[in-house]
């Protein structure tokens, strides 16, 4: 049974950091791709961050380059999203999710077939 547990959000002030931890079972975890995703109140599930199987290649979605950063361990099967400069428009449930194909990497939310239950990551102004 595949599982993906998140932890590490709370509660931060604007400007500040928090570190996310996906932490995977039940698969290997070094054949896929990872990725993160969030859902603000009302609207829809976004793209976030993903990370080849290698952790060799990263992709982010505009609003977070150069802010976030997406690691992996895959001797921990734990994949990491580092958090800086938090801004109130980051407020979301943060998901982890994994590639339900092998060696390719997607930003679509389809094609990850492993959720993790969410972490809520709240940023006051």
């Known amino acids: 049974q595949v599982q993906l547990v998140e932890s590490g959000g709370g509660l931060v002030q604007a400007g500040g950091s928090l570190r996310l931890s996906c932490a995977g079972s039940?698969?290997?975890?070094?054949?896929?791709?990872m990725g993160w995703f969030r859902q603000a109140p009302g609207k829809e599930r976004e793209f976030v961050a993903a990370?080849?199987?290698?952790?060799?290649?990263?992709y982010y979605t505009t609003s977070v380059d150069g802010r976030f950063t997406i690691s992996r361990d895959n001797a921990k099967n734990t994949t990491y999203l580092q958090m800086n400069s938090l801004k109130p428009e980051d407020t979301a449930v943060y998901y982890c999710?994994?590639?339900?194909?092998?060696?390719?990497?997607?930003?679509?939310?389809?094609?990850?077939?492993?959720w993790g239950q969410g972490t809520q990551v709240t940023v006051s102004s």
């Open positions: 990370i080849s199987w290698t952790g060799g290649s990263t």
């Open positions: 039940g698969r290997t975890f070094s054949r896929y791709s």
């Open positions: 999710a994994s590639m339900l194909l092998p060696y390719i990497v997607s930003r679509l939310a389809g094609q990850y077939y492993y």
